[in-house]
T-cell receptor, first 114, second 109 residues
């Protein structure tokens, strides 16, 4: 059974701090790892990672995947109160030929204090 | 920017009733998914749909659930006889990077 473990489960920092969120996974036939941000309702797509060592960046957010050690990190620099959310990590299994659903972790609840 | 849409945003139903949750995936996507998230818990995969048939389904997706693409644009999830434990947010998603719709909150009384 595919498994995704995120840490920490919750994190409180001050505005301007840099945070690193962790995601480790076990999946039988890895296709991709995805990061989402969930505020009030639906998860919002952030990144999809398929290859090791290639950093993906979007503004103050960046992420990288290590397929040998089976983990990914999501970095947020110069945090703002609008970054407060639950950050979800999910993995996709290759076995279904592209149709497999994602297996999600429990998420990291990030709170940015002004 | 194209987006997945879902209706209704909130549905309240009585236990034992049938509900149909509707989704309009992004138009050129080929894979469609339903997920659910019980309050305070993680997002769980229910079913994926490709080429007008179910590709994968989880243990949660039992005989009470069914999916359909009735008209080439809508993608529906039907729950035949709702139970209290079906109360959750139901998200539809479509490939490629699985952009999520805003969700439908189902409350079963």
């Amino acid at each position: 059974e595919d498994k995704v473990v995120q840490s920490p489960l919750s994190l409180v920092v001050h505005e301007g701090d840099t945070v690193t969120l962790n995601c480790s996974y076990e999946v039988t036939n890895f296709r991709s790892l995805l990061w989402y941000k969930q505020e009030k309702k639906a998860p919002t797509f952030l990144f999809m990672l398929t290859s090791s060592g290639i950093e993906k960046k979007s503004g103050r957010l960046s992420s990288i995947l290590d397929k040998k050690e089976l983990f990914s990190i999501l970095n947020i620099t110069a945090t703002q109160t609008g970054d407060s959310a639950i950050y979800l990590c999910a993995v996709e299994n290759r076995a279904g030929g592209g149709a497999d659903g994602l297996t999600f972790g429990k998420g990291t609840h990030l709170i940015i204090q002004p | 920017e194209p987006e997945v849409t879902q209706t209704p945003s909130h549905q309240v139903t009585q236990m034992g009733q049938e509900v149909i949750l509707r989704c309009v995936p992004i138009s050129n996507h080929l894979y469609f998914y339903w997920y659910r998230q019980i309050l305070g818990q993680k997002v769980e995969f229910l079913v994926s749909f490709y080429n007008n048939e179910i590709s994968e389904k989880s243990e949660i997706f039992d005989d009470q659930f069914s999916v359909e693409r009735p008209d080439g644009s809508n993608f529906t999830l039907k729950i035949r006889s709702t139970k209290l434990e079906d109360s959750a947010m139901y998200f539809c998603a479509s490939r490629a990077e699985q952009f999520f719709g805003p969700g439908t909150r189902l409350t079963v009384l």
